[in-house]
């Protein structure tokens, strides 16, 4: 395996506050599913956010793809970013006023590449969009419909599917199984799993619900991993 994603030395603080991150190496492998657990507060979406480049770090280097996105200018960390990453937020984020074809499509306008791959992949781009749904379990009769009058878990599944279409490498979820109830979490999951799986996707999941843990790759604890929230040794 080789890594898609690797920090070393990367030290974090928001303005006018305490170091919140001080991480001495972390990998994420190429296809690999992994599980981020943490306190709330920890500073889980905080490492999100400096993965994906949306802030940068005060030291220490990020690299996504082979690129440093320090490196990059704002404009072309934004592009990267659309390139390479798809997010599936907690809230989902969906543009209410479009429908859920119109959804999913929404990274193909931000990324040439994404767009040019799905339809190398899947012919158009509607029907790598209608591919994902249907794979995702959101049947072809809910396709034009506005996605304010889905279900959470009819939104939830739009949002995964705008997360994948144009095979982006890494997959960024933000505790994206919270406004599920429980019997419906483990499903999505391994929906999810299949899709990332067929896109050649990493998966970078955080949640506190730990019922989830064993089904992934490996679990890592922030704590552990962050300098700054380790127990003062005596
Ligand atoms: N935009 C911001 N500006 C300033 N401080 C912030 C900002 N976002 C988060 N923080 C602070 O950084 C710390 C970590 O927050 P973060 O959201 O990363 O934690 P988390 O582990 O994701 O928490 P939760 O599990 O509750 O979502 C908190 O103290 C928070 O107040």
Redesign the pocket.
């Known amino acids: 395996m080789s890594a898609v994603l690797s920090l070393t030395d990367l030290q974090f603080a ?2 006018q ?1 305490p170091l ?1 991150l001080d991480i001495p190496q972390f990998e994420l492998q190429r296809g690999e599913r992994l599980f981020l657990k ?12 400096l993965l994906g480049g949306i ?1 940068l770090p005060q030291q220490g280097q990020l690299t996504l793809h082979g690129t440093a996105l320090s490196q990059l200018k704002p404009a072309a960390r934004d592009h990267f970013r659309a390139d390479h990453i798809g997010y599936i937020f ?1 809230q989902f984020n969906l543009l209410p006023f479009l429908d859920v074809l119109g959804n999913v499509l929404l990274p193909c306008r931000f990324s040439q590449r994404r767009a040019a791959r799905a339809v190398e992949r899947h012919g158009s781009l509607e029907n790598a969009a209608a591919h994902l749904l249907n794979h995702l379990g959101l049947p072809s009769e809910l396709h034009a419909r506005r996605a304010d009058a889905l279900s959470i878990g009819q939104q939830q599944r739009v949002a995964a599917a705008r997360a994948l279409i144009g095979s982006p490498e890494l997959i960024i979820a ?2 994206p199984t919270s406004a599920l109830d429980y019997d419906s979490r483990e499903g999505f999951i391994r929906l999810l799993f299949n899709e990332c799986e067929e896109a050649g996707a990493s998966l970078m999941f ?1 949640s ?1 619900d730990q019922s989830l843990a064993p089904l992934f790759d490996r679990v890592v604890d ?1 704590q552990q991993l962050n300098r700054v929230s380790r127990p003062q040794e005596v």
């Not at 943490?38 to 956010?49: A, F, I, N, V």
């Open positions: 928001w303005p506050q919140l943490g306190p709330s507060g920890s500073g889980k979406t905080t490492l999100l956010g802030q907690q933000d505790e955080v506190h922030l």
